[in-house]
């Protein structure tokens, strides 16, 4: 099977379905992905707090690509398989004014570069206190192209994907997109070491930001009952320690179905009722049992709360209870 290369230079900074594909690939091959960090480069190991103040926004959160999958239409779905990821030494996070769910009570820039031990799997916060971050890396900003015309920012996230900041999206993990264009037009970016569940309510907005090297699988998947009911970004993930399992370091699947927009309440609505369409589409259940399902198994979480005007809210259903 062949493997292709998108590389660093190849990115864009708006999901905008004008914009031309720097690769073409049949479905169900396999891409490696070379990604800067979400700063674009402008931050680097040596960079201190003062940098933060020199940084270009507007070139901030940049994705690779797009690459063009053959077969694909609008109204199918593009199966993502996260077959390998692997960070840079070195990462950073940020205080930034006016970034951040706390950003009017941390009006200073601050910079923290970290050093990313890749070999034993954990950065230190503060050695001294032992304080250590298991790495958990993945891609913030995974997507496809908008049916609409126009240029469409990277920074918040879409119904078609793009910086969802799930940390659960990660190696070993599939994630499910809704396709609105010829040839889906895939990109993505925006490399975290590791990142706090409730994705970007990002108490500072910055994970562990790093460079990333990315191997993906893209598969077209033209299935109707599948296109029912994808029409925000799913994934499958695997988690330990999770509180359905019996002993804390268990592993769980889930399935996550997810609600995008402006209104968080809305969001929450729309993560459950896109459960409960999966669950009666995959699982046979009517919507009464689905719903009830939903309320006694189903674990709603915040992914994404700080990229406006969107936020993500996910419902992730473990998979072990229809044994």
């Given amino acids: 099977m062949s493997i292709h290369s998108v590389k660093r230079s190849q990115n864009h900074l ?11 690939v049949k479905s169900g091959e ?4 070379d990604c800067l960090d979400a700063s674009n480069g ?8 003062s940098t933060l103040a020199q940084l270009v926004f507007t070139q901030l959160d940049q994705v690779c690509g797009p690459v063009f999958v ?3 239409e609008p109204g199918d779905v593009l199966q993502v398989e996260v077959l390998n990821i692997e960070t840079a030494e070195w990462g950073w996070t940020a205080l930034i004014p006016g970034f951040g769910l706390l950003s009017d009570e941390y009006p200073e820039s601050t910079l923290k570069i970290w050093s990313i031990n890749r070999e034993v799997g954990y950065a230190w ?3 001294e206190k032992k304080i250590k971050i298991p790495i958990k890396p993945f891609a913030g900003e995974m997507g496809v192209a908008r049916k609409e015309d126009g240029a469409f920012s990277t920074i ?16 070993g993990s599939t994630l499910y997109l809704p396709i609105e264009v010829p040839g889906a ?11 706090g569940d409730g994705g970007k309510i990002y108490h500072c907005r910055t994970a562990i930001e790093t460079p990333i090297k990315v191997k993906v699988r893209l598969t077209v998947l033209k299935d109707e009952k599948k296109s029912r009911y994808v029409k925000t970004p799913h994934f499958n993930t695997t988690i330990t320690g999770n509180p359905h399992a019996q002993h804390s370091n268990s592993t769980e699947d889930f399935y996550c179905t997810t609600g995008v927009g402006p209104d968080l309440r809305q969001c929450a609505r729309d993560a459950v009722r896109s459960m409960i369409d999966y669950l009666e589409a995959e699982v046979g259940l009517n919507r009464v049992q689905a719903y009830m399902l939903c309320s006694v198994a189903g674990d709603l979480r915040l992914h994404e709360v700080v990229d406006m005007p969107n936020y993500v809210v996910g419902m992730m259903m473990p998979k072990s209870i229809f044994a």
């Fill in 14 to 24: 708006a999901w905008d379905n004008s914009i031309p594909p720097v690769l073409r």
């Fill in 30 to 33: 396999e891409i490696e992905f």
């Fill in 42 to 49: 402008q931050i680097n190991p040596d960079s201190d707090s």
């Fill in 70 to 72: 053959e077969g694909a």
């Fill in 125 to 127: 916060f503060d050695e």
């Fill in 156 to 171: 918040p996230p879409y119904n078609t994907g793009g910086n969802i900041d799930t940390r659960h999206v990660t190696v």
């Fill in 185 to 195: 037009l895939f990109s993505m970016g925006d490399g975290h070491a590791a990142q």
